[in-house]
């Protein structure tokens, strides 16, 4: 066992008042909370050593809900889940478990940078000169966690987040993952963002790592056109009916300059049956590698 993973495995214990976080006692937060589905999440200054970090604090109610969805079947928590990926391109967990009040937090990296759906939503022409690099990052990232043995489930420019010069992004928040094994891939686990959601997530049919194939499609999409592939801005499960009744619009409609590689990689991803999906990023990976500009 290497030093990293000597150092993880002092958090995986029971949480027991022995180890439990005081919160104002350890940390600084933030005033200012960023909500999520299920959690609040806080800037936090270490105050013993100085070290920023980002820190989640679970919804009990959301998180029990979602519980629910897997009972009898032992999903790993969110927290344990983070700790097992440990790749460049993912953001880093550290630890978790629960704090003195009873409220169950995830300590991870803070990247000090903008969300991706940011940048999508301002149209931020600075992406011009990286978009290629970051679209392989993801990839690389989508990997990551498939490797590991998940399936993220909410892939999205969200869960995206770069440095303040856009040179580099890391992935976060597996508050949706789930292992990738047959008890959570059959039909009916309706989660993720429906705009990126896969069709057989929608129709409630079986599912695998290729749902998050096509929620990166989506993404990349979105990055390349500031467009969305079937032309909906609304943000409801019904808007996403229309992913599998007809095909995505042609990206070269909106980039008739894009290099067609791409422009047909990104095609690849989106197909409707998964079996004609792109099988893997590795696979995406592939067929990339000789593309050096995003332009013909």
């Not at 958090?11 to 027991?16: D, E, S, V």
């Not at 970090?53 to 009972?71: N, Q, S, T, V």
């Not at 992935?171 to 896969?198: H, K, W």
């Amino acid at each position: 066992m290497g030093l990293l993973d000597s150092l993880r495995s002092l958090f995986r214990g029971k949480n027991t008042s022995a180890n439990l976080l005081d919160l104002s006692a350890r940390f600084v937060l933030d005033r200012h909370a960023y909500t999520g589905t299920m959690s609040r999440f806080h800037v936090a200054r270490e105050i013993a050593t100085g070290k920023t970090y980002g820190i989640k604090l679970l919804d009990p109610e959301k998180l029990a809900l979602f519980r629910d969805r897997f009972k009898g079947l032992k999903r790993p928590e969110e927290g344990e889940i983070g700790m097992k990926i440990d790749h460049p391109r993912v953001a880093r967990t550290y630890e978790y478990g629960k704090t003195t009040t009873g409220i169950e937090y995830i300590l991870m990296e803070y990247i000090d940078g903008p969300g991706m759906n940011l940048l999508v939503r301002d149209q931020d022409e600075r992406m011009a000169a990286n978009r290629l690099p970051l679209i392989r990052q993801m990839a690389e990232s989508i990997q990551a966690v498939h490797d590991s043995g998940f399936i993220h489930r909410d892939i999205c420019p969200r869960n995206f987040i770069c440095n303040h010069d856009l040179k580099w992004l890391k992935l976060i928040d597996f508050g949706l993952s789930v292992p990738n094994e047959p008890p959570y891939r059959l039909p009916g686990n309706r989660t993720g963002t429906p705009q990126y959601m896969a069709p057989e997530i929608i129709r409630r049919r079986a599912t695998d790592h290729r749902v998050d194939i096509f929620a990166f499609g989506v993404t990349m999409y979105r990055m390349l056109t500031f467009e969305h592939p079937w032309g909906t801005t609304q943000t409801t499960g019904l808007a996403a009916l229309a992913h599998d009744q007809r095909a995505a619009t042609d990206i070269l409609r909106y980039r008739p300059t894009l290099n067609p590689k791409l422009a047909r990689a990104v095609h690849r991803c989106l197909e409707i049956q998964p079996d004609e999906r792109m099988e893997s990023c590795k696979a995406f990976l592939r067929l990339i590698a000789d593309i050096t500009h995003e332009n013909t």
